[in-house]
Protein backbone atom coordinates (compact mmCIF):
# COMPACT_ATOMS: atom_id res chain seq x y z
CA UNK A 1 0.00 0.00 0.00
CA UNK A 2 1.78 3.48 -0.91
CA UNK A 3 1.68 6.28 1.25
CA UNK A 4 -1.51 7.39 2.67
CA UNK A 5 -2.26 11.33 2.11
CA UNK A 6 -2.02 13.11 5.39
CA UNK A 7 -4.19 15.81 4.91
CA UNK A 8 -7.31 15.72 7.49
CA UNK A 9 -10.46 15.36 5.49
CA UNK A 10 -12.40 18.68 5.70
CA UNK A 11 -16.06 19.02 7.13
CA UNK A 12 -17.68 20.61 3.33
CA UNK A 13 -17.09 20.53 -0.06
CA UNK A 14 -18.26 22.61 -2.46
CA UNK A 15 -20.42 20.91 -5.73
CA UNK A 16 -20.34 22.72 -9.70
CA UNK A 17 -23.03 24.50 -8.68
CA UNK A 18 -20.94 26.65 -5.37
CA UNK A 19 -23.18 24.43 -3.15
CA UNK A 20 -21.41 23.42 0.24
CA UNK A 21 -22.19 19.48 1.03
CA UNK A 22 -21.46 17.79 4.38
CA UNK A 23 -18.81 15.10 4.67
CA UNK A 24 -20.45 11.93 6.50
CA UNK A 25 -17.99 9.27 6.11
CA UNK A 26 -14.11 8.74 4.19
CA UNK A 27 -12.38 6.28 3.95
CA UNK A 28 -8.75 5.28 2.89
CA UNK A 29 -8.03 3.32 -0.36
CA UNK A 30 -5.43 1.37 -1.45
CA UNK A 31 -3.77 3.74 -3.87
CA UNK A 32 -3.18 6.04 -0.87
CA UNK A 33 -5.59 8.16 -1.35
CA UNK A 34 -9.14 8.79 0.54
CA UNK A 35 -12.60 8.67 -0.58
CA UNK A 36 -15.67 10.33 1.09
CA UNK A 37 -19.26 10.40 0.85
CA UNK A 38 -21.62 13.68 1.18
CA UNK A 39 -24.79 14.68 1.56
CA UNK A 40 -26.84 17.93 0.82
CA UNK A 41 -30.26 19.33 2.46
CA UNK A 42 -31.67 19.82 -1.54
CA UNK A 43 -30.20 16.27 -2.84
CA UNK A 44 -31.89 12.85 -2.02
CA UNK A 45 -28.55 10.84 -3.12
CA UNK A 46 -25.45 10.63 -0.84
CA UNK A 47 -22.67 11.54 -3.21
CA UNK A 48 -19.49 10.37 -3.89
CA UNK A 49 -15.56 11.75 -4.23
CA UNK A 50 -12.09 12.26 -3.41
CA UNK A 51 -9.64 13.97 -1.82
CA UNK A 52 -7.70 16.17 -4.15
CA UNK A 53 -4.77 17.95 -2.07
CA UNK A 54 -6.28 19.20 0.97
CA UNK A 55 -9.57 19.18 -0.84
CA UNK A 56 -12.38 17.10 -1.89
CA UNK A 57 -13.40 16.89 -5.60
CA UNK A 58 -17.16 15.20 -5.79
CA UNK A 59 -18.34 12.99 -8.53
CA UNK A 60 -21.45 13.21 -10.60
CA UNK A 61 -24.35 13.39 -8.74
CA UNK A 62 -25.87 9.61 -8.81
CA UNK A 63 -22.82 7.95 -11.13
CA UNK A 64 -19.57 6.71 -10.71
CA UNK A 65 -17.45 5.56 -13.63
CA UNK A 66 -15.74 2.42 -11.82
CA UNK A 67 -19.57 1.67 -11.17
CA UNK A 68 -21.44 1.70 -14.18
CA UNK A 69 -24.75 0.07 -12.53
CA UNK A 70 -25.43 3.08 -10.13
CA UNK A 71 -26.19 5.91 -13.22
CA UNK A 72 -29.52 3.64 -13.70
CA UNK A 73 -30.26 2.54 -10.76
CA UNK A 74 -30.03 6.20 -9.05
CA UNK A 75 -32.38 7.19 -11.45
CA UNK A 76 -35.12 5.10 -10.13
CA UNK A 77 -34.51 4.82 -6.43
CA UNK A 78 -32.27 7.26 -3.91
CA UNK A 79 -28.75 6.97 -3.27
CA UNK A 80 -28.14 5.73 0.57
CA UNK A 81 -24.47 4.86 0.64
CA UNK A 82 -21.54 5.86 -2.06
CA UNK A 83 -18.03 4.73 -1.46
CA UNK A 84 -16.48 5.92 -4.62
CA UNK A 85 -15.14 3.37 -6.83
CA UNK A 86 -16.08 0.55 -4.68
CA UNK A 87 -19.96 0.19 -3.63
CA UNK A 88 -23.24 2.03 -3.73
CA UNK A 89 -26.28 1.38 -1.90
CA UNK A 90 -29.26 2.30 -3.50
CA UNK A 91 -33.13 1.97 -2.26
CA UNK A 92 -36.28 1.84 -4.84
CA UNK A 93 -39.08 4.03 -4.73
CA UNK A 94 -41.56 2.72 -3.39
CA UNK A 95 -39.33 0.90 -0.37
CA UNK A 96 -39.94 -2.32 -1.19
CA UNK A 97 -36.17 -3.29 -2.40
CA UNK A 98 -32.56 -2.00 -2.16
CA UNK A 99 -29.60 -2.66 -4.85
CA UNK A 100 -26.13 -3.01 -4.06
CA UNK A 101 -24.18 -1.89 -6.74
CA UNK A 102 -20.60 -2.83 -7.66
CA UNK A 103 -17.52 -3.25 -9.62
CA UNK A 104 -18.47 -5.46 -12.65
CA UNK A 105 -17.79 -9.17 -12.24
CA UNK A 106 -18.25 -8.92 -8.47
CA UNK A 107 -22.19 -9.16 -7.70
CA UNK A 108 -22.02 -13.03 -7.97
CA UNK A 109 -19.80 -13.22 -5.09
CA UNK A 110 -22.15 -10.68 -2.93
CA UNK A 111 -25.36 -12.59 -3.93
CA UNK A 112 -24.01 -16.31 -2.58
CA UNK A 113 -22.85 -14.53 0.35
CA UNK A 114 -25.83 -13.40 1.32
CA UNK A 115 -27.91 -16.57 1.66
CA UNK A 116 -25.15 -18.83 3.74
CA UNK A 117 -26.81 -21.98 5.21
CA UNK A 118 -26.31 -22.45 8.97
CA UNK A 119 -27.94 -19.14 10.46
CA UNK A 120 -30.88 -20.27 12.91
CA UNK A 121 -34.52 -19.16 12.27
CA UNK A 122 -34.55 -16.90 14.69
CA UNK A 123 -32.17 -14.29 12.08
CA UNK A 124 -34.06 -13.13 9.33
CA UNK A 125 -32.16 -12.72 6.12
CA UNK A 126 -32.53 -10.62 3.15
CA UNK A 127 -33.99 -12.02 0.25
CA UNK A 128 -31.83 -11.59 -2.79
CA UNK A 129 -34.36 -11.03 -5.65
CA UNK A 130 -32.19 -10.98 -8.80
CA UNK A 131 -28.46 -9.96 -9.31
CA UNK A 132 -26.22 -9.51 -12.51
CA UNK A 133 -22.56 -8.86 -12.77
CA UNK A 134 -22.59 -5.44 -11.25
CA UNK A 135 -25.82 -5.33 -8.66
CA UNK A 136 -27.74 -7.65 -6.57
CA UNK A 137 -31.61 -6.48 -5.74
CA UNK A 138 -32.58 -7.36 -2.35
CA UNK A 139 -36.00 -7.37 -0.48
CA UNK A 140 -36.24 -4.87 2.30
CA UNK A 141 -36.94 -6.09 4.96
CA UNK A 142 -39.47 -4.74 8.14
CA UNK A 143 -38.23 -3.29 11.44
CA UNK A 144 -35.91 -0.84 13.08
CA UNK A 145 -32.31 -0.72 13.60
CA UNK A 146 -31.22 -1.73 16.97
CA UNK A 147 -29.05 1.30 17.02
CA UNK A 148 -32.17 3.62 16.27
CA UNK A 149 -34.05 1.74 19.25
CA UNK A 150 -31.94 2.29 21.31
CA UNK A 151 -31.71 6.16 21.41
CA UNK A 152 -35.84 5.94 21.58
CA UNK A 153 -38.09 6.28 24.72
CA UNK A 154 -40.11 2.98 25.22
CA UNK A 155 -38.99 -0.62 26.03
CA UNK A 156 -38.71 -1.65 22.82
CA UNK A 157 -34.81 -1.84 22.83
CA UNK A 158 -34.65 -4.41 25.62
CA UNK A 159 -36.89 -6.81 23.35
CA UNK A 160 -34.91 -6.26 20.71
CA UNK A 161 -31.31 -7.44 22.48
CA UNK A 162 -33.15 -9.91 23.99
CA UNK A 163 -34.39 -11.05 20.36
CA UNK A 164 -31.10 -11.25 19.81
CA UNK A 165 -29.53 -12.84 22.68
CA UNK A 166 -31.60 -15.82 22.49
CA UNK A 167 -30.60 -16.07 18.20
CA UNK A 168 -27.32 -15.41 18.63
CA UNK A 169 -26.87 -18.30 21.06
CA UNK A 170 -28.30 -20.50 18.62
CA UNK A 171 -25.77 -19.59 15.82
CA UNK A 172 -24.14 -23.21 14.88
CA UNK A 173 -20.76 -23.84 15.32
CA UNK A 174 -19.94 -25.90 12.86
CA UNK A 175 -22.79 -26.65 10.27
CA UNK A 176 -22.96 -23.91 7.52
CA UNK A 177 -21.83 -23.27 4.05
CA UNK A 178 -19.62 -20.30 4.83
CA UNK A 179 -15.84 -21.52 3.65
CA UNK A 180 -14.09 -18.76 4.26
CA UNK A 181 -12.17 -18.30 7.16
CA UNK A 182 -10.99 -15.05 9.42
CA UNK A 183 -8.81 -16.39 11.84
CA UNK A 184 -6.85 -14.38 14.20
CA UNK A 185 -3.98 -13.69 11.85
CA UNK A 186 -6.29 -12.04 9.65
CA UNK A 187 -7.69 -9.93 12.34
CA UNK A 188 -4.59 -8.89 13.44
CA UNK A 189 -3.55 -8.04 10.01
CA UNK A 190 -6.83 -5.91 9.66
CA UNK A 191 -5.85 -3.98 12.79
CA UNK A 192 -1.95 -3.02 11.76
CA UNK A 193 -3.82 -2.03 8.61
CA UNK A 194 -5.97 0.45 9.87
CA UNK A 195 -3.48 1.57 12.57
CA UNK A 196 -0.94 2.37 9.72
CA UNK A 197 -3.22 4.31 7.70
CA UNK A 198 -4.99 6.56 10.88
CA UNK A 199 -1.59 6.98 12.77
CA UNK A 200 -0.28 10.16 10.38
CA UNK A 201 -3.77 11.34 10.84
CA UNK A 202 -3.29 12.69 14.53
CA UNK A 203 -1.57 12.74 18.02
CA UNK A 204 0.83 9.98 19.00
CA UNK A 205 0.80 8.07 15.70
CA UNK A 206 3.83 5.70 17.82
CA UNK A 207 1.95 5.15 20.32
CA UNK A 208 -1.29 3.86 18.34
CA UNK A 209 0.86 1.74 16.49
CA UNK A 210 2.23 0.00 18.93
CA UNK A 211 -0.55 -0.60 20.75
CA UNK A 212 -1.74 -2.29 17.33
CA UNK A 213 0.88 -4.35 17.33
CA UNK A 214 0.39 -6.07 21.04
CA UNK A 215 -3.06 -6.29 20.38
CA UNK A 216 -2.37 -8.09 17.73
CA UNK A 217 0.47 -10.81 18.71
CA UNK A 218 -2.68 -11.50 22.06
CA UNK A 219 -4.77 -12.41 19.27
CA UNK A 220 -1.87 -14.95 18.10
CA UNK A 221 -0.76 -16.16 20.76
CA UNK A 222 -2.35 -19.72 20.22
CA UNK A 223 -5.24 -19.44 22.37
CA UNK A 224 -7.51 -18.91 19.67
CA UNK A 225 -10.87 -20.92 20.01
CA UNK A 226 -12.35 -22.52 17.35
CA UNK A 227 -13.97 -20.36 14.15
CA UNK A 228 -17.80 -20.21 13.83
CA UNK A 229 -20.31 -18.82 11.72
CA UNK A 230 -19.42 -15.22 12.14
CA UNK A 231 -21.05 -11.80 10.39
CA UNK A 232 -17.29 -9.91 10.57
CA UNK A 233 -19.35 -6.40 10.69
CA UNK A 234 -21.92 -6.75 13.55
CA UNK A 235 -22.67 -3.73 15.02
CA UNK A 236 -26.26 -2.38 16.11
CA UNK A 237 -27.22 -0.42 12.74
CA UNK A 238 -26.65 -4.16 11.55
CA UNK A 239 -30.10 -5.74 13.12
CA UNK A 240 -33.74 -4.89 12.38
CA UNK A 241 -36.30 -5.38 15.13
CA UNK A 242 -39.87 -5.87 14.62
CA UNK A 243 -42.23 -6.76 16.86
CA UNK A 244 -43.96 -9.45 14.70
CA UNK A 245 -41.25 -10.53 12.24
CA UNK A 246 -38.76 -10.37 15.07
CA UNK A 247 -35.03 -10.17 14.42
CA UNK A 248 -33.10 -9.84 11.04
CA UNK A 249 -29.35 -9.47 9.81
CA UNK A 250 -28.13 -7.24 7.08
CA UNK A 251 -24.98 -7.14 4.70
CA UNK A 252 -23.75 -10.59 5.34
CA UNK A 253 -21.17 -9.68 2.43
CA UNK A 254 -17.94 -10.05 5.10
CA UNK A 255 -19.60 -13.53 6.66
CA UNK A 256 -16.50 -15.72 7.37
CA UNK A 257 -15.79 -18.29 9.90
CA UNK A 258 -14.20 -16.77 13.11
CA UNK A 259 -13.77 -17.04 16.60
CA UNK A 260 -16.69 -17.23 18.73
CA UNK A 261 -15.77 -13.57 20.33
CA UNK A 262 -15.07 -11.26 17.38
CA UNK A 263 -18.90 -10.62 16.17
CA UNK A 264 -19.98 -10.25 20.49
CA UNK A 265 -16.57 -8.42 21.14
CA UNK A 266 -17.64 -5.61 17.71
CA UNK A 267 -20.73 -5.21 19.56
CA UNK A 268 -19.65 -4.76 22.98
CA UNK A 269 -17.08 -2.04 21.54
CA UNK A 270 -19.88 -0.57 19.42
CA UNK A 271 -22.00 -0.05 22.59
CA UNK A 272 -19.41 2.04 24.25
CA UNK A 273 -18.89 3.70 21.09
CA UNK A 274 -22.83 5.04 20.94
CA UNK A 275 -22.93 5.86 24.70
CA UNK A 276 -19.85 8.32 23.58
CA UNK A 277 -22.13 9.52 20.45
CA UNK A 278 -24.54 10.14 23.26
CA UNK A 279 -26.89 7.80 21.66
CA UNK A 280 -27.66 5.30 24.05
CA UNK A 281 -28.07 5.77 27.74
CA UNK A 282 -25.15 3.75 29.89
CA UNK A 283 -27.89 2.25 31.80
CA UNK A 284 -29.12 0.85 28.36
CA UNK A 285 -25.62 -0.26 27.70
CA UNK A 286 -25.08 -1.41 31.35
CA UNK A 287 -27.93 -4.49 30.76
CA UNK A 288 -27.01 -4.94 26.91
CA UNK A 289 -23.49 -5.62 27.97
CA UNK A 290 -25.07 -8.25 30.59
CA UNK A 291 -27.39 -10.22 27.72
CA UNK A 292 -24.11 -10.18 25.72
CA UNK A 293 -22.02 -11.44 28.37
CA UNK A 294 -24.76 -14.10 28.64
CA UNK A 295 -24.77 -14.64 25.21
CA UNK A 296 -21.19 -15.56 24.83
CA UNK A 297 -21.43 -18.24 27.28
CA UNK A 298 -24.20 -19.68 25.60
CA UNK A 299 -21.74 -19.28 22.55
CA UNK A 300 -18.80 -20.57 24.04
CA UNK A 301 -17.13 -17.62 23.32
CA UNK A 302 -13.93 -17.20 25.86
CA UNK A 303 -14.19 -14.55 28.56
CA UNK A 304 -10.71 -13.49 28.02
CA UNK A 305 -10.99 -13.68 24.04
CA UNK A 306 -14.27 -11.70 24.29
CA UNK A 307 -12.00 -8.97 26.34
CA UNK A 308 -9.52 -9.16 23.31
CA UNK A 309 -12.09 -8.91 21.01
CA UNK A 310 -13.43 -5.73 22.47
CA UNK A 311 -10.19 -4.09 23.06
CA UNK A 312 -9.67 -4.47 19.28
CA UNK A 313 -12.52 -3.46 17.69
CA UNK A 314 -12.93 -0.08 20.14
CA UNK A 315 -8.89 0.95 18.35
CA UNK A 316 -10.09 0.00 15.12
CA UNK A 317 -13.84 1.89 15.53
CA UNK A 318 -10.87 4.83 16.53
CA UNK A 319 -8.95 4.54 13.52
CA UNK A 320 -12.10 4.46 11.06
CA UNK A 321 -13.61 7.69 12.82
CA UNK A 322 -10.03 9.69 12.91
CA UNK A 323 -11.07 9.91 8.60
CA UNK A 324 -14.84 11.11 9.54
CA UNK A 325 -15.01 14.81 10.32
CA UNK A 326 -18.11 14.44 12.48
CA UNK A 327 -16.63 12.17 14.62
CA UNK A 328 -13.07 12.97 14.37
CA UNK A 329 -12.96 14.49 17.90
CA UNK A 330 -14.66 11.59 19.14
CA UNK A 331 -12.34 9.00 17.87
CA UNK A 332 -9.58 10.96 19.56
CA UNK A 333 -11.21 11.11 23.06
CA UNK A 334 -11.54 6.89 22.13
CA UNK A 335 -8.13 6.71 21.34
CA UNK A 336 -6.78 8.37 24.17
CA UNK A 337 -8.59 6.05 26.68
CA UNK A 338 -7.61 2.85 24.45
CA UNK A 339 -3.54 3.88 24.66
CA UNK A 340 -4.08 4.32 28.59
CA UNK A 341 -4.84 1.09 28.77
Known amino acids: MTALDTAAVPATALDERNRTWSIRRAWPDKEGGITVEALHPE ?12 AVELAPLGEDRRLPGLAEAARSGTVL ?40 AGLALARVLDADEQSVRFAALPG ?37 EHGPEREAAVLLAWARMAAPLGPHPLALQQRAE ?29 PEHGLALLDLDTAALAEPALDLGNLLAHLDWRVRQGGLHPLRATRIRSMLQRT ?11 RLAERVAALRIACVHRFRPPSRALAETLLRDELAR
Open 296 to 306: AIAAGADPERM
Open 214 to 242: RLAERLQDGSAQPLRPAHRDLHDGQLLWH
Open 81 to 120: VHRLGRRAVVREHDGGAFRKIVRPGRASSIAAASAPAGWP
Open 144 to 180: RTLRALGAEPGPAWAEAWQGFARAWAAVPAAATSIAV
Open 43 to 54: ERHARGGRMRGD
